[in-house]
């Protein structure tokens, strides 16, 4: 529940000042009744019209999911294939905030705020993301000295990553590491491990800012709690300031 003039400028409709003007002027009618009453609170369920037209309201929800192969990140797929919000039961008009590729698994959160999508998304924020990663090779100190500095492949430039728990396989040449990057470019763990000459096997997201999916199945899912959508506005806000 929140008051209705903050409901009206979510909406987008005006500001919530112009809000208060037009609830004063008898403008604004919740559930057929006009409403001239300051701060009522208003939900979801509420039907609320200004100047005699419907508010799209939506209450914001936010969940991660632990997201398994074989399905992508946009909503419509001209080949069908499994959509990742598909694994999750809401009316709401979510999705995902972010991507990760057709044969990449882990976390993802899904949203229907556009305004926290941008601000987990966006290149300024900086918020932190671990990747288990699976390597057909293996990363030599160079590579990780390398991988510290920044990478340039085909162009784009890849900030500073930071590697942990490596583990080998002589073997079968092969190596298991977790790699820290704090930008989100298409792509970026396997054009990074391309530019350093190796293949990477698997690709499976242990953590997006605070959020992990440890215990959870693939294509489990669940609510964020209120305080970890706090949280990670505020690593987002934090990492704008580095
Ligand atoms: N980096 C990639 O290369 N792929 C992903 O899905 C995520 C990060």
């Given at each position: 529940m929140e008051r209705l003039q903050k409901t009206i400028a979510k909406a987008g409709i005006c500001s919530r000042r112009k809000a208060e003007e037009l609830i004063a002027q008898g403008k604004v009618k919740v559930n057929g009744e006009i409403v001239t009453e300051m701060g009522i609170k208003v939900s979801g369920n509420d039907v609320i019209e200004v100047n005699g037209n419907l508010v799209e309201f939506q209450e914001k929800e936010y969940y991660v999911l632990n997201k398994p192969k074989?399905?992508?990140?946009?909503?419509?797929d001209e080949k069908g294939r499994t959509a990742a919000i598909q694994y999750i039961d809401t009316k709401a008009r979510i999705f995902t905030v972010g991507r990760l590729d057709y044969d990449t698994s882990g976390v993802l959160l899904c949203t229907n705020d556009g305004a926290f999508c941008n601000e987990m998304i966006?290149?300024?924020?900086h918020l932190p993301k671990i990747y288990k990663v699976n390597l057909q090779g293996i990363l030599t100190e160079d590579d990780i000295k390398k991988l510290k500095k920044g990478i340039i492949f085909e162009k784009e430039k890849y900030s500073y990553a930071k590697v942990k728990n490596l583990t080998v396989d002589f073997v079968r040449n092969r190596c298991q590491f977790e790699l820290t990057i704090y930008e989100g470019k298409n792509h970026q763990v396997k054009n990074m491990m391309k530019a350093l000459g190796y293949e990477v096997r698997r690709l499976h997201r242990i953590q997006f800012g605070n959020i992990r999916v440890d215990d959870m199945a693939f294509g489990q899912y669940r609510r964020l709690k209120p305080y970890e959508v706090k949280e990670l506005k505020r690593m987002a806000q934090e990492g704008r300031k580095q």
């Open positions: 074989s399905c992508i990140c946009s909503n419509n966006h290149p300024k924020y």
